[in-house]
């Protein structure tokens, strides 16, 4: 549905991606006819690769965490500022099993979608329990829906 709207629309592609480690690109890349609306996809595990890669101010980081709304929201907004990408969308989470604390538990993941002289949209989204496969699916069928959501706005 991403490259059928996307082509349809004369869209460009670009996700920034941290837990989801480059899953919603590999799912946008496995339709047929992606190659006409994929730009770039940008897997910024690491704090350092989202400074150094997304231009995430290390002050966002220092302050709120690597997962939060305003990382996601400056992870979405390198992305389109570092690509000639029309719609963005970030994700960054704690797949697990372990990283979780009981301000930021396993399955609490982060989305941004960004429209090039748009607003940004996030999503919080508390997966709860799920295996961390399951929490990384779930963020792919998230970031792809809001990537779809982007393009109608």
Known sequence: MVVVKATNGGLKVATAE??????????????????????????????????????????????????????????AHGAL????????????????PGGGSADKPVGLVHFASARRGGAIVHIERRFGSLTRAEIRQASVDQALDMLIAAMDG
């Not at 590999?26 to 730009?39: N, R, W």
């Not at 989202?50 to 709120?64: N, R, S, Y």
């Open 18 to 75: 941290s837990c989801t480690g480059g899953l919603v690109s590999a799912a946008v890349t496995e339709i047929p006819g992606s190659s006409k609306v994929f730009d770039r996809g940008f897997v910024t595990y690491s704090n350092e690769a989202k400074i150094e890669m997304l231009g995430v101010p290390a002050a966002t980081i220092a302050a709120h965490g690597a997962v939060s709304a305003e990382t996601a929201q400056a992870m």
């Open 81 to 96: 500022a570092r690509s000639s990408a029309d719609i963005a969308v970030a994700v960054t989470g704690i797949a697990g």
